[in-house]
């Protein structure tokens, strides 16, 4: 009689051990780059230049951070200086980033909508609430991403806009 009972517990629970095994096998996550999700968080120091003053060329830093693979939203904030030193700008803009090799792209080519407000500081101003100099700023930019490994890239990029005209940039930075 007791071997009788302990063979049904073997089958219970093997049949328990598949129950739970099937579901969780039928989740695993597929590797093909198109059909898994990969959403990033992404920083960016770089470099710029940009025709914001009258008399010269505008040159200076950026940092920008966002998140997203395919599309991306973020804000960039920029502080520019032109050589004749007559002019700074500090520049706050929202991002939205496109790339054209599909929703789950995180290097190639991109398209870049940014804007937001951009503050005016001639040399001899010191910073104050409110500003007595500012405009809003929006702009297209087009670059390319390439990868350096899996967390590492470089971004050369062209701009357009307004209050600037065109500009250039290059950035470096890492994605988590």
């Known amino acids: 009689m007791e071997k009788f009972i302990f063979l049904p517990k073997k089958i219970v629970s093997f ?6 095994y099937l579901p ?20 960016s120091p770089g470099t710029e230049m940009a025709f914001y003053s009258p008399v010269s060329l505008s040159a200076g830093g950026s940092v920008t951070i966002a998140y997203g693979s395919g599309t991306s ?29 599909g929703s789950y792209a ?11 407000p951009a503050i005016y500081l001639q040399s001899e101003e010191e910073f104050s609430v409110p500003v007595r100099i500012g405009t809003l ?14 967390y590492f890239y470089f ?3 062209i701009s357009g806009g ?6 250039a940039g290059l950035s470096a930075g890492v994605k988590f």
């Open 106 to 116: 995180n290097s190639g080519l991109y398209i870049q909508f940014a804007g937001g």
């Open 137 to 150: 700023t929006a702009g297209l930019t087009l670059g390319w991403r390439f990868l350096l490994g899996r």
């Open 15 to 20: 049949i328990f051990l598949i129950l739970i």
């Open 24 to 43: 969780l096998s039928a989740q695993d996550e597929t590797t093909h780059p198109e059909t898994k999700k990969s959403e990033e968080f992404w920083i």
């Open 162 to 167: 307004y209050p600037y005209i065109f500009g």
């Open 73 to 101: 939203i973020g804000t960039k904030i920029s502080w520019l200086y032109d050589n004749k030193g007559q002019l700074n700008v500090f520049i706050l803009d929202f991002l939205f980033r496109w790339y054209f090799f």
């Open 155 to 157: 971004e050369p990029s």
